[in-house]
């Protein structure tokens, strides 16, 4: 029989998480590699095989100019779970478009939420990742399979 451990958070390192979880997002936006590579975890194991090093140079490569976001002027960070084989681990959406005020009447403020599908007329660009925590730092990063916007719903019906 298989034995589930299930890991509590203390008050300080969920302070702690959300920190660096802020610093991720900055870092990630502004292509930061050194605040990218001060808040990785010198053991993690990224994207399930990758070290700090090519982590940082990945994720600042390919998701920045001169790959498919090139162009890209706006930018959404919104929050929700995964709930794959790893479930309730914060999942970040970063949410790229095109919003060009000279050229269109139609604003990007709208209302959107976690998991609303792209919008077409913004060019929007959705992915998803998923960030492990230990120590202070992160130790994982990974392109969850499924996510939810919260767990209450799944709470209320279990």
């Not at 960030?131 to 767990?151: C, N, Q, S």
């Amino acid at each position: 029989m298989q034995q589930v451990i299930i890991e509590t958070v203390t008050e300080k390192e969920l302070k702690e998480n959300n920190r660096v979880k802020d610093k991720f997002k900055e870092a990630f936006s502004m292509r930061d590699i050194a605040l990218m590579k001060e808040i990785l975890h010198d053991e993690g194991v990224f994207f399930g095989r990758w070290n700090k090093g090519r982590c940082v140079n990945q994720l600042c490569a390919t998701y920045h100019p001169g790959n498919f976001i090139e162009g890209f002027i706006g930018e959404q960070v919104n929050e929700g779970v995964s709930f794959d084989s790893n479930p309730n681990e914060l999942t970040l959406e970063f949410r790229f478009y095109d919003f060009d005020a000279f050229m269109r009447f139609e604003h990007p403020d709208d209302e959107v939420n976690f998991q609303d599908p792209p919008r077409q007329r913004l060019r929007e660009i959705v992915f998803h990742l998923t960030l492990r925590f230990k120590e202070g730092k992160i130790y994982g990063i990974r392109r969850p399979k499924k996510v939810i916007a919260d767990v209450t719903k799944l709470m209320a019906e279990n």
